[in-house]
C-alpha cells in the first residue's frame, strides 16, 4: 500500500464511518444476485488480509464485502472514475451504494467516500447500476437506477457538487428525482426496469438513452428522449427487443468503425470517411451471460438493425466465454479508445466467500474494437497493465513441443503472471473432423477436456499448477477440420477448471469459444494470471475466456507455470515472453 495523503486518509475514515451508519436495505426484487438475508444484517465482516492466497494482485477489488456491477466509468480533468455496486455491510448481495474509486492510469486505484447510496424516497431501497454522461460543456452526470418504497425500479439524476474537483468526490441528487418511472399508461413492468446507458445526443439535438426491461420473455431496449437531461419522454417504440431472450440487463450502446482501432464518441455521427456501425451489448438475467449484437443505427427512426447473421439472444457473440458480466464501456478521449469493464463473482461457496470477507472483482480493463471484417470485436488489455511487468522469461523460442510433452516455464512467480505464447501448427490435414452435433465450444471443452488427445491437441498453457499436477487450470487449443477432406477448419479455445482444485464444493465449470483464425498462421494465446483469476485471449483478443480457481496447493511461490502439448501431432513454441506482475497500488 503506498503512502497515502492527510486528505486521502481522512476520506476513507469518512467512507468507514458512513459504512457503519447506512441503514440496511433488503429487497425482494426481481435480480441478478440472490438475497442472503441472515447474512446481510451482520456488520461482522472481516478485514481481509493482504496474504490471503485467493486475493488478487492487480485486479480491482475493494479492500473487504461484496462487488459487482462496475457502475458509470469515464474520464474527467485527466481522471478516470469507476463506481461499482457495494455491499458496506457484508460479503454477499444486499445494501447497496456506489463506490468510488479514481486512477491515473487504469491500474492503480485511490478510493473515495461512496457517491451514491440511499437517502431519499426514490432511491431509498437501493441504489442499483447506472452509467455517466460527459455533456457538450464538459459536466459530468450520473443516470442510475433507484428502488423506490414501492419496491418499484425508477431512473434518477446526480450531478457533482464541485465540478472543479477533478477527484467529483461529493455528488448531489436532483429533487425532480425519479426523471423515468413505470406507471399504468406506459406498460412497464416496474420489476424489469433498469440500468441506464451512457445518453447520446442526436441530430435533432435530442438526448437518447435505453433502458433495460421485459415483457413476459421479450428482452427490451426502451428507449427515451429528453431535450434538457431532466424531462425525458419513453418513444413509442423500443431500440430493440427479442420475442424469447427474457430480462436485457446492464444494456450499452456505442459506435463503432471499421478503420483502425481507435474509439468513436457515443454522440458521434461519423467521419465521410468512416463505415460506422453500433454496437449493442446486453446481459442476460436468465444466462448470466453478456451477448452483443453488431448492426446498424437508423437515427431518424430510433431503430438498431442488426446486420445478417446476428440476433441478440443466447445464439450471439458473447464478450467473454467464461465468468464475466454486467459489463460497461466508456470512451477514453485522452487515448482515443473505448474501454471495457467487466464484473467477474466468485466460483466458491458462499461461505468461503463470508469467511475470506469478500467477493467479486473487476477484470481488467480492455480495450475494445471492430476487427476490419466488421464480424466481430476484439479485446485486449489496456496497455498501462505492461507497466507491471518485472522479470522477464524470454529464452523459450522456437522449440517443438512432441506428443504428450510439457514444458515448465521457469524464473517467473508464476500466482502472479503475465505470459504471451506462440503455436505454429504443422500437418493440418492430420487433424479430426469436427463432429456436426458439436456446435457449442463449451460443449466440445467439457467432452474433451485437457486428458483427451485428438489429432490437433489440446496444446496451450498450464497455470496455476501444483508441482506434481494435482491441480492445474489448463487454456488451451484444439483444431478440427470442418469436414473430411476439407481445407477449411475450426479453432477452439478451452478453459479447463475440472483440476484446479483439490476443494470439491467450487464451481469447475469448463469454458470454451470458437477462435475466428485461420489456422494456417501462428495461434497466439496470452493469458493474464492473479491468484484465483485467469484471463485468458485468443488470437490476439477474438476470443476471451475469464476463469475463477481456488487451489489449495498452486498457492504463492508453490504454483507453476507449463506451455504443454498432449495431441497426437507435434507442435511448434515459436516464442514464449513470461514476466512476473508487480502488485497494483489498490488501497
Not at 450471439?316 to 469493464?341: M, Q, V
Not at 464484473?343 to 471492430?370: C, H, M
Not at 471443452?445 to 487450470?473: D, H, I, R
Request: hydrophobic share 35%; net charge positive; glycine share 6%.
Amino acid at each position: 500500500m503506498h503512502t497515502m495523503t492527510k486528505e486521502v486518509c481522512s476520506n476513507i475514515g469518512l467512507w468507514l464511518l458512513f459504512t457503519l451508519l447506512i441503514g440496511n436495505y433488503v429487497v425482494n426484487l426481481e435480480a441478478s444476485h440472490h438475497v442472503y438475508k441472515r447474512l446481510t444484517q451482520s456488520t461482522n465482516t472481516k478485514s481481509p488480509s493482504v496474504n490471503q492466497p485467493y486475493r488478487t494482485g492487480f485486479h480491482f477489488q475493494p479492500p473487504k464485502n461484496w462487488m459487482n456491477d462496475p457502475n458509470g466509468p469515464m474520464i474527467y480533468k485527466g481522471i478516470y472514475h469507476l463506481f461499482y455496486q457495494w455491499n458496506p455491510k457484508g460479503a454477499v448481495w444486499g445494501n447497496i451504494v456506489w463506490a468510488h474509486s479514481t486512477s491515473t492510469d487504469l491500474i492503480n486505484w485511490e478510493p473515495h467516500p461512496p457517491a451514491i447510496f440511499p437517502s431519499a424516497p426514490f432511491d431509498i431501497n437501493g441504489c442499483w447500476s447506472g452509467s455517466a454522461t460527459i455533456l457538450p460543456n464538459g459536466k459530468p452526470v450520473i443516470l442510475y437506477t433507484g428502488i423506490d418504497p414501492k419496491n418499484q425500479q425508477v431512473q434518477n439524476i446526480a450531478e457533482p457538487k464541485n465540478l472543479s474537483d477533478p477527484y467529483l468526490r461529493e455528488w448531489k441528487k436532483s429533487t425532480l428525482n425519479p426523471l423515468m418511472a413505470p406507471d399504468a399508461v406506459n406498460g412497464i413492468n416496474a420489476s424489469s426496469f433498469r440500468d441506464p446507458t451512457t445518453a447520446w445526443l442526436g441530430q435533432d439535438k435530442k438526448w437518447r438513452v435505453i433502458i433495460g426491461s421485459k415483457i413476459h420473455r421479450r428482452g427490451l431496449a426502451i428507449t427515451y428522449t429528453s431535450k434538457d437531461f431532466l424531462k425525458w419522454e419513453k418513444s413509442p417504440e423500443p431500440l430493440h427487443y427479442d420475442d424469447g431472450s427474457g430480462m436485457w440487463e446492464c444494456p450499452d450502446f456505442f459506435p463503432v468503425t471499421r478503420f483502425g482501432s481507435n474509439g468513436v464518441e457515443t454522440s458521434s455521427f461519423g467521419e465521410p470517411n468512416e463505415i460506422l456501425k453500433h454496437v449493442l451489448k446486453v446481459s442476460l438475467d436468465d444466462t448470466k451471460h453478456d451477448y452483443y449484437t453488431i448492426g446498424t443505427y437508423d437515427r431518424v427512426k430510433d431503430k438498431f438493425v442488426p446486420d445478417n447473421g446476428f440476433k441478440m439472444d443466447g445464439t450471439a457473440p458473447r464478450y467473454d466465454y467464461g465468468k464475466y458480466y454486467a459489463s460497461k464501456t466508456f470512451y477514453d478521449s485522452a487515448k482515443n479508445r473505448r474501454i471495457l469493464w467487466g464484473w467477474t463473482n466468485e466460483s466458491s461457496s458462499v461461505e468461503d466467500d463470508v469467511e475470506k470477507g469478500w467477493s467479486g472483482i473487476q477484470t481488467i480493463p480492455r480495450k475494445i474494437w471492430l476487427d476490419r471484417s466488421g464480424k466481430q470485436l476484439i479485446q485486449w488489455p489496456v496497455r498501462e497493465v505492461e507497466r507491471l511487468r518485472t522479470k522477464q522469461v524470454k529464452n523459450l523460442r522456437n522449440k517443438g513441443l512432441k506428443s504428450g510433452s510439457r514444458l515448465e516455464v521457469y524464473g517467473v512467480t508464476a500466482a502472479q503472471a503475465d505470459v504471451e505464447v506462440l503455436f505454429k501448427v504443422r500437418d493440418l490435414e492430420k487433424a479430426d473432423v469436427i463432429k456436426p452435433s458439436w456446435t457449442d465450444p463449451q460443449l466440445i471443452c467439457s467432452q474433451m477436456n485437457v486428458s483427451v488427445k485428438s489429432g490437433l491437441g489440446p496444446f496451450g498453457l498450464m497455470v496455476l499448477a501444483s508441482k506434481n499436477l494435482e491441480e492445474y487450470t489448463s487454456v488451451y487449443f484444439r483444431i478440427f477440420k470442418a469436414r473430411q477432406n476439407s481445407d477449411k477448419y475450426v479453432v477452439v479455445m478451452c478453459s479447463d477448471q475440472s483440476r484446479s482444485s483439490l476443494e470439491e464444493d467450487n464451481d469447475k465449470t469448463t469454458y470454451g469459444a470458437f477462435v475466428d483464425i485461420n489456422p494456417h498462421q501462428p495461434l497466439s494465446l496470452r493469458a493474464l494470471i492473479d491468484h484465483s483469476v485467469v484471463e485468458s485471449f485468443g488470437g490476439k483478443g477474438r476470443a476471451c475466456i475469464t476463469s475463477r480457481v481456488y487451489p489449495k496447493l498452486a498457492i504463492g511461490k508453490s504454483s507453476h507455470l507449463f506451455a504443454f502439448n498432449y495431441g497426437y501431432q507435434s507442435v511448434d513454441l515459436l516464442n514464449l515472453n513470461a514476466w512476473s506482475m508487480n502488485s497494483a497500488q489498490i488501497s
